[in-house]
C-alpha cells in the first residue's frame, strides 16, 4: 500500500465548478498535511496547510479526518487557472521532517 | 526576493560518469531538501540538512548518491557511475525555521543517462 494515495485523475470541469480532492495516508503517526499544486513541467508550489479544525484559504478549503487518515481539497468557483496537478502531502511520521508525496491528481479547467 | 536556484538545468551524460548538480536556497532558510522526480511520478524524498545536524539520508537509493552542503548554504548532489534509471528530474527544495514543512522549490535539474 502506497504511504500516500490519491486519484489520479484526470478531473476535466468547466469553469465556475465546485471540484474536490480526496488523499488518504497510510502511518497514523503522521501529524503534517499539506496540499502542493504542480504546474506541467514545473517545480510544486505549497497551496496550503492543512490544519486539524480544517481551514480555508480563499476558494480552497482542506479538510482532515485523523480518525480515517483521509485529507482533502475542495475548490469552488474555479477558474482556468487552476489547472494543475494536486499533491497531497504527509511527514512521515510523529515530528519527522521528512514529507512523503503523492502522486497527485490532476485537473483541467474547461472554459 | 531571489528563490531556489538549480544548476544546470539539464544535464545529458553517459552511462557510468559521475554527474554533480548544486543547488542554491533561498537566504536565511535552515533546512535543505533534494527529491527526485520520474516521468510521471510522485516526489521521492532522497537527503535532507537541517542546520549543524547530520544530514537525513535515509532516502538515498545507492552509495552512488551522495550530498554534501558547504557553509549551510549551497548544496551539491553528486551521483557517482550514473545508471539510465538515475534519469529523472532532480528538485531542491528550503524551508525557514520552524516551517520546515513549507518548502520552496527550486526549478530542477533534468539529468537524461544515455
Known amino acids: 500500500r502506497k504511504e500516500v494515495e490519491q486519484d489520479p485523475g484526470p478531473f476535466n470541469v468547466p469553469e465556475g465548478a465546485t471540484v474536490a480532492f480526496n488523499c488518504t495516508y497510510s502511518n497514523s503517526a503522521s501529524q503534517s498535511f499539506f496540499w502542493y499544486r504542480q504546474d506541467c513541467r514545473k517545480e510544486p508550489k505549497l497551496l496550503m496547510s492543512v490544519y486539524s479544525s480544517g481551514n480555508e484559504d480563499g476558494r480552497f478549503t482542506a479538510q482532515l479526518n485523523r480518525a480515517s487518515q483521509y485529507i482533502s481539497l475542495l475548490i469552488r468557483d474555479s477558474k482556468l487557472s487552476d489547472s494543475a496537478t494536486y499533491l497531497c502531502?504527509?511527514?512521515?511520521?510523529?515530528?519527522?521532517?521528512?514529507?512523503?508525496f503523492g502522486s497527485g491528481t490532476q485537473l483541467t479547467v474547461l472554459p | 526576493g531571489a528563490g531556489v536556484s538549480q544548476s544546470p538545468s539539464n544535464k545529458v551524460t553517459e552511462k557510468g560518469k559521475d554527474v554533480e548538480l548544486r543547488c542554491d536556497p533561498i537566504?536565511?532558510?535552515?533546512?535543505l531538501y533534494w527529491y527526485r522526480q520520474s516521468l510521471g511520478q510522485g516526489l521521492e524524498f532522497l537527503i535532507y540538512?537541517?542546520?549543524?545536524?547530520?544530514?537525513?539520508k535515509s532516502g538515498l537509493p545507492s552509495d552512488r548518491f551522495s550530498a554534501e552542503r558547504t557553509g549551510g548554504s549551497v548544496s551539491t548532489l553528486t551521483i557517482q557511475r550514473t545508471q539510465q534509471e538515475d534519469s529523472a528530474v532532480y528538485l531542491c527544495?528550503?524551508?525557514?525555521?520552524?516551517?520546515?514543512?513549507?518548502?520552496?522549490f527550486g526549478p530542477g535539474t533534468r539529468l537524461t543517462v544515455t
Open positions: 502531502v504527509v511527514n512521515k511520521g510523529g515530528s519527522a521532517r521528512q514529507l512523503t
Open positions: 537566504s536565511g532558510h535552515t533546512a
Open positions: 527544495a528550503s524551508s525557514s525555521q520552524g516551517k520546515w514543512g513549507e518548502q520552496y
Open positions: 540538512f537541517q542546520g549543524n545536524s547530520a544530514p537525513d
